[in-house]
């Protein structure tokens, strides 16, 4: 394993998606800031969970609790390859990492080995140890992108990706002249259809600039109008956390602009008149 030396000069070797050009100070005693240690501990944190429901992934429409299911020579059980693979490298990634923090702190391996008790047993150390190690940029990359991948491949089916429109975040800035260059980038959402949940944040796909899931609700006013933005039921019943019969009664009485052809599902509403709704209810509230 090769590792990256940390600078040594107090600033945060994490990697970070919004201006990754600007030194972050690393917390007291480590080398890493408190938004980066923070991310890394909500991973750690994660992981048993997305172990439970990348192994109930692995056979669609199955379940991890109960006797094993076997197909028939002629008609094999279906396997999900993608969850199989996330789930065995998030386990390898925290199983290696355990052992080389037991190395090296002179301990014994945690009593418990459960996806469980080894994040547990890593997270009391944490902030206490490991931020001060020297690889701990290597630590947070190899866990960070293991849990990043396990999410991506259980959310696949179930999201939508919904471009809102251009980036209005910070300006990208020119090495040489230092003059303020307009992103090139999109602003996305992505929306999880199946569990009706606001999405985890909104992205710009070029220079990673994230808002806030609150920051959605009114995000609408400050895009570039370069296009037209359809939302179907589903994906306005999740934003607003409502059921969809809601939402077509919101609709009806408020008068939202629909997209309807005949024989062509599903309807879908005007994203600014969806806007506009989450307005008053923001002003009302």
């Known amino acids: 394993m ?51 429901d990348l192994e109930r992934a692995l056979i669609p429409g199955g379940s991890s609790r109960g006797p094993m299911v076997t197909g028939s020579r002629e008609t094999p059980m279906p396997y ?20 080389l923090i037991a190395e090296a702190r002179g301990e014994h391996l945690p009593s418990d080995l459960s996806p469980k008790g080894q994040a ?6 944490l902030t206490v140890w490991t931020v001060a190690q020297e690889w701990i940029s290597e630590y947070a990359s190899n866990l960070g992108g293991a849990v990043a991948e396990g999410r ?19 300006d990208r800035c020119d090495v040489e002249t230092h003059e303020h260059l307009p992103c090139p980038g999109e602003i996305k959402a992505r929306i999880d259809l199946l569990d009706e949940q606001l999405p985890d944040g909104v992205e710009c796909s070029s220079c990673g600039h994230t808002h806030t899931t609150r920051k959605l609700l009114t995000l609408g006013k400050q895009l570039e109008k370069t296009r037209t933005v359809w939302l179907t039921n589903a994906e306005v019943a999740a934003l607003l956390r409502v059921k969809e019969s809601t939402v077509r009664g919101y609709a009806s009485r408020e008068g939202w602009r629909r997209r309807d052809h005949e024989n062509i599902r599903p309807s879908r509403w005007h994203a600014e008149d969806v806007n506009a709704h989450i307005s008053r209810a923001q002003e009302a509230s």
């Open 2 to 52: 090769t590792y990256t030396q940390p600078s040594g000069n107090g600033i945060c070797v994490g990697t970070h998606h919004h201006e990754p050009e600007r030194p972050r100070k690393a917390a007291e005693g480590g080398h890493l800031c408190p938004g980066c240690t923070d991310r890394l501990d909500r991973a750690l944190d994660a992981i048993p969970n997305l172990v439970d």
């Open 80 to 99: 999900n390859t993608a969850a199989g693979d996330a789930r065995r490298a998030l386990l390898d990634v925290l199983g290696s990492w355990t052992r």
């Open 120 to 125: 547990e047993w890593q997270g009391y150390r």
């Open 152 to 170: 991506r491949v259980l959310r696949g089916a179930k999201t939508r990706t919904l471009t809102l429109g251009a980036c209005t975040g910070a």
